[in-house]
């Protein structure tokens, strides 16, 4: 059975997008098949796959929102031993359309888990917010990898997201472990940078990887090559540093128990619970922008609405209050 990681932090800009290319071309590399899945409407690792994002069919898009759609209809091969599922900019409107829909985050898991069956490993990218893509990819996943970029503040992110996987894991979702975090952009000159190793392997100790990935611009380059920086530049400093987390996460493949295949196949509660908790924000921030626009309408000055009571969800219960 293929492994199934989310590559997620909802901060921006911390190397999400280059750690799936990377690492799965470093497991690749190793020998085991991988597919890399684009959901995020930014469609950067589409990009960097040298497929163009607005003149696509047949991507995540319908993966999410077709029934009839499966992995197998929309991935393509890229280098050796590893498969794109590209992401189109309709996962723009996607993203609305299916905080609506109570199984969307199912029908991902059941799409992966049918799909990939030739596939060692599936990685995940998601976008750089914690709505109902990244949740959904998190109800799909076996297991979340974090990058985190080694600068100040980055602490601040990585906490809203552990206690996120923490509130998953509690609430009898033993199928999604934290594989753990990487630290991305590392400067090895840098005190600011030590600073933040520092805090990182104090406070969350061996949740964070040994390896590193390096400040390299071979890595930033290499996408407009459309290649992933282990054929780019094979030696630089960050494909060395992405083959060393790949042979980590193998090791971690031999240590983990496989999950069990009937609890996998129920849903994930606490992360469908937190799917319908973004739902309930999407549609307070849609009401919002509606209240603000019939304010505008009617020449209300836009300071002077009064903006409705954020709403909750309770435990157990289906609908937004
Ligand atoms: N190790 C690295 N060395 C140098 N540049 C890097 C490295 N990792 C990522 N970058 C560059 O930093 C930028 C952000 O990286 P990336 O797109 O992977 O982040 P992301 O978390 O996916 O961003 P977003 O949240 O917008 O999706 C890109 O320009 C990328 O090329
Ligand atoms: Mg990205």
Redesign the pocket.
Known sequence: MSRIIAVA?Q?????????VINLGAALAEAGHPVILIDL?P?S?LTSASGLDPYHLTLTTYDLLTRAETDLQGIIRPLVDGTWLAPASVDLTAAEYMLTRSDDHAQRLRRALRGGANHAQFVLI?T??RLGSLTLGALAAADELLI?VECQQHALQGIQALLKTVDAVRAQSHPGLKLLGVVL??YQPDSARCQKVVQEFRSGFKDRVFETM?????A??MA?AARKPVLSFRPSSP?AMAYRRLAAVVQEHAEGHAEPDGQADAEAHPAAEHLVAAARCVTFYVLEVAAERAAATAAGTRVAHVTLPRAPTRRAGQGRCE
Do not use: F, H, M, W
């Open positions: 932090n901060r921006t800009g911390v190397g999400k997008t280059s750690t995020d930014q950067a990218d976008p750089p990058p991305t952009l990935i390096e400040d390299d611009e890595v930033a996408p960050a």
